[in-house]
């Protein structure tokens, strides 16, 4: 048993640049898991600087000089920031209010619609089975209150937090993009100079993560703008705050368009019930469904790394259980790090031994 360990240790970490690449790798990691709370405005920021660094580089390439590049960007930055904050989450906030003075009646409704499934369909559903479902939907709806209610008694700290990161993030952001160089060159001061291997991963993880990350924003917005068009012409209610969460959902692959389809089938309904405009909101939700999935995705992520869905699913879990949020955002592109690192990783041959 100690000869094969001993045979495999030497087999992927006989080569120094791999034990750098490994110990680089486990640093990051640990940093992140440790430290991720304490460092999250630092490492937003980090995030926020790379995407807008995408528009930096354009700009130079028309011969403007970087730092005048940085203050557009920076500005435009500033201006979506602005309009997010001050614009759309205060009428998400009104939609939430409203729509939570409507669930009362909707839990009603769904009630009588499941008391009368026994009569109708004698032979599928019992009443116990319904009884079952009601009772389950009271201890949902009393979880959901003390959620709520411990919310609200956050919403303090939840405010610090918002203001902390109105004005730290940017401020970082705009440091990050202005002296990137100069940042960039003390980090690698820092770093052994055995670092061929990691400088040959990130090269390699640099261009599919900016292009993935961009295009991932890039299809947010197109589905959320496509959505919204569409409920707000159906006239179906809460048309901006639905389009959101669906415009939302393209962050998470597969379970994201399935979960969001919820609130949109239960709204449609509740509106409607099964007439023609509930009808035609699930045609063209589910045309825009595919539209997505089979036009825009592949366009956008033509250059990316074909991972299989279970792959995808198991990086999703692991990443947004570790990091949140920011784990299920680049949950494929460090699933692709980890298939990078695995192509690359030096291996040292197996020598059989030959004996007379």
Same mark, same amino acid.
Not at 209 to 226: D, F, H, M, P, T
């Given at each position: 048993?100690?000869?094969?360990?001993?045979?495999?240790?030497?087999?992927?970490?006989?080569?120094?640049?791999?034990?750098?690449? =490994?110990?680089?790798?486990?640093? @990051?990691?640990?940093?992140?898991?440790?430290?991720?709370?304490?460092?999250?405005?630092?490492?937003?920021?980090?995030?926020?600087?790379?995407?807008?660094?995408?528009?930096?580089?354009?700009? *130079?390439?028309?011969? !403007?000089?970087?730092?005048?590049?940085?203050?557009?960007?920076?500005?435009?930055?500033?201006?979506?920031?602005?309009? !997010?904050?001050?614009?759309?989450?205060? !009428?998400?906030?009104?939609?939430?209010? *409203?729509?939570?003075?409507?669930?009362?009646?909707?839990?009603?409704?769904? *009630?009588?619609?499941?008391?009368?499934?026994?009569?109708?369909?004698?032979?599928?559903?019992?009443?116990? /089975?319904?009884?079952?479902?009601?009772?389950?939907?009271?201890?949902? !709806?009393?979880?959901? @209150?003390?959620?709520?209610?411990?919310?609200?008694?956050?919403?303090?700290?939840?405010?610090?937090?918002?203001?902390?990161?109105? %004005?730290?993030?940017?401020?970082?952001?705009?440091?990050?993009?202005?002296?990137? =160089?100069?940042?960039?060159?003390?980090?690698?001061? #820092?770093?052994?100079?055995?670092?061929?291997?990691?400088?040959?991963?990130?090269?390699?993880?640099?261009?599919?993560?900016?292009?993935?990350?961009?295009?991932?924003?890039?299809?947010?917005?197109?589905?959320?703008?496509?959505?919204?068009?569409?409920?707000?012409? #159906?006239?179906?209610?809460?048309?901006?705050?639905?389009?959101?969460?669906? @415009?939302?959902?393209?962050?998470?692959?597969?379970?994201?368009?399935?979960?969001? $389809?919820?609130?949109?089938?239960?709204?449609?309904?509740?509106?409607?019930?099964?007439?023609?405009?509930?009808?035609?909101?699930?045609?063209?939700?589910?045309?825009? /469904?595919?539209?997505?999935?089979?036009?825009?995705?592949?366009?956008? %992520?033509?250059? =990316?790394?074909?991972?299989?869905?279970?792959?995808?699913?198991?990086?999703?879990? %692991?990443?947004? @259980?570790?990091?949140?949020?920011?784990?299920?955002?680049?949950?494929?592109? #460090?699933?692709?790090?980890? /298939?990078?690192?695995? $192509?690359?990783?030096?291996?040292?041959?197996?020598?059989?031994?030959?004996?007379?």
């Amino acid at each position: 048993m100690i000869r094969v360990l001993r045979g495999w240790f030497h087999r992927y970490f006989s080569d120094p640049q791999a034990v750098i690449l =490994a110990a680089l790798l486990l640093i @990051g990691f640990a940093v992140v898991l440790n430290l991720g709370t304490i460092l999250a405005p630092v490492l937003a920021s980090i995030v926020v600087a790379y995407l807008l660094e995408g528009l930096v580089r354009p700009l *130079q390439s028309i011969r !403007l000089p970087r730092m005048v590049a940085v203050l557009l960007v920076f500005m435009l930055f500033m201006m979506s920031l602005f309009f !997010l904050l001050f614009g759309l989450l205060p !009428l998400f906030s009104r939609q939430l209010s *409203q729509l939570a003075q409507q669930v009362p009646d909707m839990i009603t409704r769904g *009630q009588q619609i499941l008391l009368l499934l026994p009569e109708k369909y004698p032979d599928i559903v019992s009443p116990n /089975q319904v009884k079952m479902v009601m009772d389950t939907m009271r201890t949902s !709806l009393g979880d959901l @209150g003390q959620g709520v209610l411990s919310l609200s008694l956050a919403s303090i700290q939840g405010l610090i937090l918002v203001l902390l990161y109105f %004005f730290l993030v940017p401020f970082l952001v705009f440091f990050f993009l202005k002296d990137k =160089a100069l940042i960039l060159g003390y980090v690698a001061g #820092l770093l052994p100079k055995e670092r061929g291997l990691a400088a040959k991963v990130w090269e390699e993880m640099n261009e599919q993560i900016g292009n993935y990350v961009r295009g991932k924003l890039l299809e947010i917005l197109v589905v959320w703008s496509a959505t919204y068009t569409a409920f707000a012409a #159906l006239d179906l209610n809460y048309a901006p705050l639905l389009s959101f969460l669906v @415009g939302l959902s393209a962050i998470i692959p597969y379970v994201g368009a399935i979960v969001v $389809t919820v609130p949109v089938v239960f709204i449609g309904y509740f509106q409607w019930g099964l007439g023609s405009d509930f009808l035609w909101v699930m045609v063209v939700y589910s045309i825009i /469904q595919v539209i997505d999935g089979n036009i825009i995705v592949p366009l956008m %992520f033509s250059e =990316a790394v074909n991972l299989h869905p279970v792959a995808i699913m198991i990086a999703v879990l %692991f990443f947004g @259980g570790v990091w949140g949020f920011w784990g299920i955002f680049f949950a494929i592109p #460090l699933a692709t790090l980890v /298939q990078v690192v695995i $192509t690359f990783w030096p291996r040292t041959p197996i020598i059989l031994e030959h004996h007379a």
